[in-house]
């Protein structure tokens, strides 16, 4: 007893100073919100840049932001989601809107935030851009994701982002960056957007050559759809997908996201047409059968035959529509534009119709324009 009373002040002290610690610690993981889960102050130099955190752990973000989501849709996705579907472009004409987007979001994943999404923000509908690439891999998940963090309750979510290490690092980084680079803009909106300023300043001073760009994407295109038949389980994950939102009374609608013209070109030159239509009449079929409506952008139209230019309008780059074409995606979807030619709604009924008009559509833009489609089959055989 006598030397713990002799010892006493210092203990006292100990204690003090690792609860001080611990507490400045997490309040910076507050602050500074370095997966913009909180959105409580974002200042420009402190942490209005949240690339470090955001942007490396894109996954483990979303997965922490769906439990203070408060929205009626839910939009899922790809990176084309992520960049080309503003929810504040919407005026709340669908209620409120959150941009569920994902780089390469896969099957499996959207299942698991999609689990999230009903436990945390109940939404009533639920819109899945789907694209012809996630069904060709048989990756379950990608990009580091864990599904402990789309299963775990939000008081263990919020004892990793106050008091977690990783955070604190995380914290750190993004108020280092944004002291060195006071001017960044936030390119992670609250609303699950992201604006790519970086991108579309480059592309747009020329830093950026997006015809070589275009090139690039080409050849990446026809490596990842070159003799690669997409695995069944895909499908499967996608029925239950369907049964989710049908389980929860959520209604779904499903559409084909549009790609630039070179997309689909590479596809044709490289041999795997046949195999995208059949990817379209499975969806087709699978739609049909649940009762779920599938919109089709894709295909030769007004927005994906656009040229590319440091001055688009529908596209961002190659890879990625612009937030105009967004609009005219969720605008279509609930028919504000029925008499334009850049969407249909496929029924098992009238699918190879459909499938009959998008070659004849090539065939036609083909001959109009020989020198582009030759640039595409030049890549390829480089």
């Not at 997966?35 to 690339?51: A, D, H, P, S, T």
């Not at 990176?79 to 209620?95: C, E, K």
């Not at 490596?223 to 009374?249: G, H, M, T, W």
Request: hydrophobic share 35%; aromatic share 14%.
């Amino acid at each position: 007893m006598v030397k713990y009373s002799k010892n006493k002040p210092f203990w006292l002290g100990f204690i003090i100073m690792i609860f001080v610690l611990f507490t400045s610690s997490s309040l910076l993981n507050f602050l500074v919100d370095p997966y913009g889960v909180f959105r409580f102050v974002e200042l420009r130099g402190f942490n209005l840049n949240k690339e470090d955190g955001i942007h490396e752990q894109l996954r483990y973000s979303k997965a922490m932001s769906i439990p203070r989501v408060s929205a009626n849709t839910v939009i899922f996705g790809t990176s084309v989601v992520m960049r080309g579907i503003n929810p504040a472009d919407f005026n709340n004409d669908y209620g409120k809107i959150y941009n569920n987007g994902v780089y390469v979001l896969r099957l499996p994943e959207a299942v698991k935030y999609l689990e999230r999404v009903v436990k945390y923000i109940k939404p009533d509908n639920v819109i899945y851009g789907l694209d012809f690439f996630t069904f060709k891999s048989d990756a379950k998940y990608t990009g580091g994701f864990k599904e402990s963090w789309t299963d775990q309750e939000q008081l263990l979510d919020l004892s990793a982002l106050l008091f977690g290490g990783e955070t604190f690092v995380k914290s750190l980084e993004t108020v280092l960056r944004n002291l060195h680079s006071p001017d960044l803009r936030l390119d992670f909106k609250k609303n699950g957007y992201r604006y790519d300023s970086e991108l579309i300043s480059n592309i747009q001073n020329g830093k950026d050559d997006v015809s070589a760009r275009r090139d690039r994407m080409i050849n990446h295109w026809s490596n990842s759809f070159l003799n690669a038949e997409y695995p069944k389980v895909n499908l499967e994950y996608l029925q239950e997908f369907i049964d989710i939102c049908k389980e929860n009374n959520i209604n779904l609608k499903l559409y084909i996201s549009p790609a630039h013209w070179t997309y689909y070109e590479t596809i044709w030159q490289i041999g795997e047409w046949e195999s995208y239509e059949s990817w379209i009449r499975t969806l087709t079929d699978i739609a049909d059968e649940n009762s779920v409506e599938l919109f089709d952008y894709s295909g030769w139209n007004d927005i994906t035959t656009e040229r590319m230019s440091s001055e688009m309008k529908y596209w961002i780059d190659p890879g990625h529509f612009s937030s105009l074409t967004g609009v005219y995606i969720i605008d279509g979807i609930n028919d504000k534009y029925p008499d334009n030619n850049i969407k249909v709604r496929l029924k098992n009924e009238t699918v190879e119709s459909i499938l009959d008009d998008k070659k004849k559509l090539r065939r036609e833009f083909v001959l109009s324009n020989r020198e582009r489609v030759d640039n595409v089959v030049k890549n390829l055989s480089q």
